[in-house]
């Protein structure tokens, strides 16, 4: 590779770190997730969303005008053929507190689940529990979870169009115990930028299909959606992100969360009906200077 190459490729890896360091920054501030004191549990899987998620947090700790711990939890779910020894020896050179909690959840799921269908929602939920039981014991008083701009996207679609509902993956919510609080800080990282990043880091990542479980084909369909459609639409894909961010509850159709019911003439509310009029929308969503329409302006690095 030649000097002015290997510069350039350089510039472009410095680019895209300090775009999602700046990104992680900005939704952990948006959302608060992370206060002083904060014992953080990160959640490695060894999939390239939770290394770079880790290595997020850590530079954040480093830069962050308030003091935080972070440690790593890893389930060891004894599938067949998972490489156990490959993030302890990963996290062993990351100065970091780590625990490999190992629970045969595998056994469990393939003495329920009949042979051909998929485990995922058990295999889920069982490591969920795990996780939370695990954040009690190491006194963890949020759960960092890998999930992406991407993810919050699919989930939005496979809850329209499967579950009827305008619901997608929140960036901070408490845990279906009530107990934690589970954040996403990677919420407004492309998976584009991420896989990037994880292959220029050499992450050792370890694949997801160990169980041999079924893919979720409603979330791949959903995937192949929206992929080509940033192919053949570029900025449709940050458009919906924006969208998810300025919801107009009087526009929809909830009377739970509007009340339509009491409602009178003479009140205007977000501008009233202008169904009639000729919408004002440009022919292509506008995206910024950057490759990509960044939803923020901070630098946090």
């Not at 999939?47 to 939890?73: E, N, W």
């Not at 300025?246 to 969360?257: C, I, K, Q, R």
């Not at 506008?286 to 630098?299: C, Q």
Request: proline share 5%; with cysteine; glycine share 6%.
């Amino acid at each position: 590779m030649s000097h002015s190459v290997q510069a350039k490729a350089q510039h472009s890896l410095s680019k895209l770190q300090k775009r999602l360091r700046r990104q992680t920054g900005q939704a952990v501030m948006d959302f608060n997730m992370i206060e002083e004191g904060d014992r953080i549990m990160v959640c490695l899987s060894g999939g390239k969303d939770s290394y770079t998620l880790l290595d997020m947090l850590q530079h954040l700790q480093r830069v962050a005008p308030i003091k935080f711990d972070l440690f790593v939890v890893n389930l060891d779910q004894k599938q067949p053929g998972f490489p156990e020894h490959v993030l302890p020896a990963y996290l062993d050179t990351q100065n970091i507190e780590y625990k490999i909690v190992e629970e045969d959840t595998y056994s469990i799921v393939t003495d329920i689940i009949p042979e051909g269908k998929t485990t995922c929602s058990l295999c889920s939920r069982l490591r969920r529990g795990i996780l939370y039981r695990t954040a009690n014991e190491m006194g963890a008083t949020k759960i960092a979870l890998g999930h992406h701009r991407d993810d919050m996207i699919e989930t939005l679609f496979l809850n329209m169009f499967y579950g009827g509902k305008l619901k997608s993956m929140p960036t901070k919510l408490m845990s279906d115990n009530g107990e934690h609080m589970v954040i996403r800080p990677l919420a407004y990282c492309k998976e584009t930028d991420i896989e990037q990043y994880a292959v220029s880091q050499a992450y050792p990542i370890i694949p997801c299909n160990l169980c041999g479980s079924q893919e979720n084909l409603q979330r791949k369909h959903t995937k192949a959606m929206l992929a080509q459609w940033d192919i053949e639409h570029p900025g449709r894909i940050e458009s919906i992100f924006t969208a998810m961010q300025n919801v107009v509850p009087s526009h929809l159709a909830d009377n739970e969360l509007f009340d339509f019911t009491n409602l009178k003439t003479g009140e205007v509310i977000d501008g009233g009906d202008i169904a009639l009029d000729k919408p004002d929308i440009p022919k292509q969503p506008v995206l910024n200077d950057d490759e990509t329409a960044d939803v923020v302006t901070i630098n946090l690095s």
